[in-house]
């Protein structure tokens, strides 16, 4: 019997966390609709993992109530814990075994038998590019071909959602890459998939929603273009043959003039539309133009602008209430 897929893949409220006095989640509201990529931000030590482990079961919420799936956290945590895969940011991979012993076991854990299990083991490794190295040890698997494994030992289940805590954290560029084409594979498939990422870039390539998790709270959620229209910063920069070109521009447009390198800048979102419609005045003003670029605001700095810090810098010294005003 296939159970109706619910609209939302997890909803919740009011999560709360703490470690003694640390408060790790201080209220956290989720709506995560199926079929879509939902991708928690934060930087290291943010709470992502601790968010994972509550919403996967492992361990237990102080407060508030979520649902999975369709099913209640603390009251059917057996079905949530059926429907779903987790690959954690610490990989469940075996070493002294092969990468086919490994999804065997994994098969056979999930109750399959002997002969669908060799099926699912060998189309997982068809899939996920692991013919080659099926019967060797995974202690000899390159660090991307050890999140792949890692990744299709998850599936073996056929899970309607997947949590990844931060898959591609210090995998190379192209692995990286290699791995974003396989998340986005499954969820063209179907899948619903909670990913957490300390990478901006990682978020707004996958994500159709996003969160920024600092300090127990999102301090924003929205889609990337949402976030990123929440950040000044985004301009226009033309730069003239002469003088009278960057007269004629600031008397028309506006904006802050660099003599030195006869350019203008002036604010602009980044939007088509916007460009156009400057790019009609100077026209309508018959200035000539040399050079024009476009500075679209990019995550890194809706994370400076939201938290007042950026990713990476965890020993920031602002305080919470500080960073609230912020976001605000
Ligand atoms: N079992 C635990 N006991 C005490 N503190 C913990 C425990 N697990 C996590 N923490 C703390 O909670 C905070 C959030 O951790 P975590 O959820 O792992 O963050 P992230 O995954 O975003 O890096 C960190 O400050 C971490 O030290
Ligand atoms: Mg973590």
């Known amino acids: 019997m296939t159970p109706r897929t619910p609209r939302a893949a997890i909803t919740a409220t009011g999560l709360r966390k703490s470690y003694r006095d640390h408060v790790v989640l201080d209220g956290v509201d989720l709506d995560i609709p199926t079929g879509t990529i939902f991708s928690l931000l934060g930087p290291n030590g943010a709470g992502k993992t601790t968010m994972v482990k509550i919403l996967s079961t492992l361990i237990g919420a102080d407060g508030g109530r979520a649902s999975v799936l369709g099913h209640d956290l603390a009251r059917d945590p057996d079905a949530v814990r059926a429907a779903i895969g987790v690959t954690g940011q610490y990989s469940a991979v075996d070493g002294l075994l092969t990468g086919e012993e490994n999804l065997m076991l994994m098969a056979r854990l999930r109750r399959l038998g002997r002969a669908p299990a ?3 083991t060998a189309e997982l490794l068809e899939r996920f590019d ?4 099926a019967r060797k040890p995974a202690s000899t698997y390159s660090g991307g071909m050890r999140r792949r494994l890692d990744l299709a030992m998850t599936l073996v289940g056929d899970p309607g959602l997947i949590f990844l805590d931060e898959p591609t954290t210090g995998l190379d560029p192209r692995s990286r890459r290699g791995m974003w084409e396989i998340i986005r594979d499954l969820v063209a498939g ?16 996958l994500a159709d929603r996003i969160a920024v998790l600092d300090r127990g709270r999102f301090v924003a959620e929205g889609t990337a273009a949402e976030l990123k229209r929440r950040v000044p910063g985004g301009h226009v920069r033309l730069r003239f043959a002469d003088r009278d070109g960057l007269d004629t521009a600031v008397r028309t447009l506006g904006g802050a003039r660099d003599d030195e390198a006869l350019a203008l800048q ?3 979102d980044g939007g088509v539309a916007s460009l ?11 200035i000539a133009v040399e050079e024009l670029t476009v500075h679209t605001p990019d995550l890194d700095d809706v994370f400076l602008s939201l938290t007042g810090h950026t990713s990476a810098d965890t020993t920031d010294t602002t305080t919470h209430d500080q960073q609230k005003a912020v976001s605000r």
């Open 118 to 120: 060799r099926r699912r």
């Open 130 to 133: 692991l013919v080659d190295a």
């Open 190 to 205: 179907g899948v619903t998939v909670f990913l957490t990422t300390q990478y901006l870039e990682e978020a707004d390539q």
């Open 266 to 268: 002036v604010p602009a």
């Open 276 to 286: 156009k419609a400057l790019l009609d005045r100077v026209d309508a003003a018959a």
